[in-house]
C-alpha cells in the first residue's frame, strides 16, 4: 500500500503534526468555543477560592439533578443514573454519575483541583506600623514573591464568631469595594533591592498587607489605627481580633476574568491552575453520555502544597464515599473497593506550561505543548530524571488516543520544561498508586501560578470535549 504514496502523501501519512486546533474548527463552531468561554469566566469570577468553587460546582450539579451523598445514604439505595455529589469539608467536592455496571468495574474519572496559589493570613495577622494597618501573610503554594506587590488585591475568607455563627467575608470584587494592596520599593531607593536575585527582592516577610490608615478618635490610647480597622471589621460583620486566630482568609487579586487579544483568544485571570481543568471536567460530566460505568468529576484541594491533609487528594475522603457507594450496591468487601480502584481509568486534570516566546530558552519545542493546540497529554511529570512521575502506561495511552481520534479533539502531548530545567507534580501518582491507569492531561496555559494567568479559549473548549470523549469511551 505505502509504495503508492509518494512524497506529500507519504510524509502526511506517516509523521505526525500536531495542528493548530483554531484551524481545526468547523463551520459555526467558533461560536461554541466563545460561548464556553463566557461560562467558564463566570465560574472563576465566583470562585476564587476552593471553597467558593466547591459552592459554585454543587450549586451547577444541583441545577444538573444531582443528589446529595447525604440524601442518598439516608435513601440507603442507589441505581444507575443516579447523579450524586459529596463535599469535602467545603473544600472540594466529587461528582458521580452512576452506570448499570457496579463500582468495582471501575469508574471513568477525571480529577483536578480547586485550591489555587495564593497568599493565606497568618493567625495573628493585623497590626500597625508607621500609621498604616497591615495584615501579615504566609504565602501558600508556589508564588515568586515580587508578583504580589503593587497589584490590588482581594480578601476572601471564613471566620466564626464566638457565637459560632459563620461569616464568610469578601472585599474587594464588587467594583465599589475597597481593594487591598503591597507596596514595592521605590525606584529611587531601590538600589540595593535592585542588586538582589529577583527570589530575594521581594520577600516572604515582606508581603504584609495594607488594610487601612484612619486613627481611632482617642487621645488616651496607643494603636488607634489597628483599633479603628477592628472597629470597622467588628461593626460591619461582627467579628473581634481572635476570631481572626482560627480564621481561613486567602488573598487573591481583585477583579474578574478578561478577554486578552483584539481577537479575544486567550483570558486572564486568578487561578486558571486549576480551575481550567475542574471547569472542563464539570461540564464533560453534565455532558457526557455513558450508561455502563459510572463516571466520576473529582475536584480537590491542597494539591499545591503537596495534596496533603483531610481535604487533599492523599485524604481517603473519596475512598470512603466509594466505599460507601459500593456497599449501597451491595459490594461489601475491601476487596470490592480494591478493585473499583484498580479497575478504574483516570485523567488527571493539570495544566501544563505552554511554549511561551518570551521564554523559549526552557522549552523543547519537540515536546513542549503550544498555546492554541489542544488539550496536553504528559505521559509523565516530575523533575531530574521523571522523579516523583506517575508514568502512564502506553497500553493505557492506547485507549485515551483511541478515544481522543474517534471523537476528533486536537491533542497535542506536552513535557513541562526542558530535561533538568525544573519540573512538577499533580494528583496523578495518588490514584495510581491506588492501581487505576492515570494520565495527566490538561489545558496548556502561560505565566503558571503568576497572580493572573493566562489560557487560550480553544484550548479550554478542547479540554473540555476531551473529557466528554474519555467518560463516553
Ligand atoms: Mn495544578
Ligand atoms: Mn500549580
Given at each position: ?79 444507575s443514573g443516579d447523579k ?182 486567550l483570558i486572564s485571570a ?146 513541562l520544561g526542558k530535561v ?54
Amino acid at each position: 500500500m505505502l509504495e503508492e504514496l509518494k512524497g506529500k502523501e507519504l510524509q502526511k501519512k506517516l509523521t505526525k503534526k500536531f495542528n493548530n486546533a483554531w484551524e481545526q474548527l468547523k463551520d459555526g463552531d467558533l461560536n461554541k468555543v466563545m460561548d464556553f468561554a463566557e461560562g467558564y469566566k463566570e465560574f472563576l469570577d465566583k470562585g476564587k477560592t476552593e471553597r467558593e468553587s466547591t459552592d459554585e460546582i454543587v450549586k451547577q450539579a444541583l441545577a444538573n439533578g444531582y443528589i446529595s451523598f447525604e440524601e442518598i445514604m439516608a435513601r440507603g439505595q442507589i441505581k444507575s443514573g443516579d447523579k450524586i455529589y459529596a463535599v469535602n469539608r467545603g473544600k472540594g467536592v466529587v461528582l458521580f454519575s452512576i452506570g448499570t455496571k457496579s463500582l468495582d468495574k471501575g469508574m471513568r474519572i477525571v480529577g483536578s483541583h480547586l485550591d489555587a496559589p495564593r497568599l493565606d493570613l497568618k493567625a495573628n495577622p493585623l497590626y500597625e506600623d508607621g500609621g498604616i494597618g497591615m495584615l501579615k501573610t504566609h504565602y501558600y503554594g508556589g508564588v515568586k514573591k515580587y508578583q504580589w506587590v503593587a497589584i490590588p488585591l482581594a480578601l476572601h475568607g471564613v471566620l466564626f464568631k464566638k457565637n459560632g455563627e459563620k461569616v464568610n467575608l469578601v472585599i474587594g470584587e464588587d467594583e465599589k469595594d475597597p481593594v487591598l494592596y503591597i507596596t514595592d520599593l521605590l525606584p529611587h531607593l531601590a538600589k540595593d533591592q535592585m542588586e538582589k536575585k529577583m527570589g530575594e527582592g521581594i520577600t516572604g516577610e515582606g508581603l504584609n498587607v495594607i488594610i487601612g490608615s484612619i486613627p481611632y478618635k482617642d487621645d488616651e490610647i496607643e494603636e488607634k489605627v489597628k483599633l479603628n480597622i477592628l472597629s470597622i471589621f467588628n461593626e460591619r460583620y461582627g467579628i473581634e481580633e481572635e476570631d481572626f486566630t482560627i480564621a481561613e482568609i486567602e488573598i487573591v487579586p481583585a477583579g474578574k476574568a478578561r478577554d486578552v487579544g483584539i481577537d479575544r483568544s486567550l483570558i486572564s485571570a486568578h487561578g486558571h491552575d486549576d480551575r481550567v481543568c475542574s471547569y472542563s471536567a464539570l461540564k464533560a460530566v453534565f455532558d457526557a453520555k455513558n450508561s455502563e460505568e459510572t463516571i466520576v468529576g473529582l475536584f480537590v484541594d491542597k494539591e499545591e502544597v503537596g495534596s496533603m491533609g483531610n481535604t487533599g487528594m492523599e485524604s481517603t475522603f473519596f475512598e470512603n464515599v466509594v466505599a460507601e457507594l459500593l456497599n449501597l450496591q451491595g459490594k461489601t468487601s475491601y476487596l470490592d473497593l480494591k478493585r473499583a480502584f484498580s479497575n478504574s481509568k483516570v485523567l488527571s486534570g493539570d495544566v501544563t506550561a505552554g511554549f511561551d516566546p518570551n521564554f523559549p530558552d526552557v522549552h523543547d519545542k519537540r515536546n513542549g505543548a503550544f498555546i492554541g493546540k489542544g488539550v496536553t497529554i504528559s505521559k509523565y511529570t516530575g523533575s531530574r530524571g521523571k522523579s516523583g512521575s506517575n508514568d502512564a502506561n502506553a497500553e493505557f495511552l492506547v485507549h485515551v488516543r483511541e478515544v481522543f481520534n474517534k471523537h476528533d479533539v486536537t491533542w497535542q502531548v506536552g513535557e513541562l520544561g526542558k530535561v533538568d530545567q525544573g519540573g512538577g507534580g499533580t494528583i496523578a501518582y495518588i490514584l495510581a498508586n491506588k492501581g487505576a491507569e492515570v494520565v495527566d492531561c490538561g489545558t496548556p496555559m502561560l505565566s503558571m501560578h503568576a497572580p493572573v494567568e493566562l489560557v487560550s479559549k480553544i484550548d479550554l473548549y478542547e479540554t473540555y470535549r476531551a473529557y466528554k470523549a474519555f467518560y463516553q469511551g
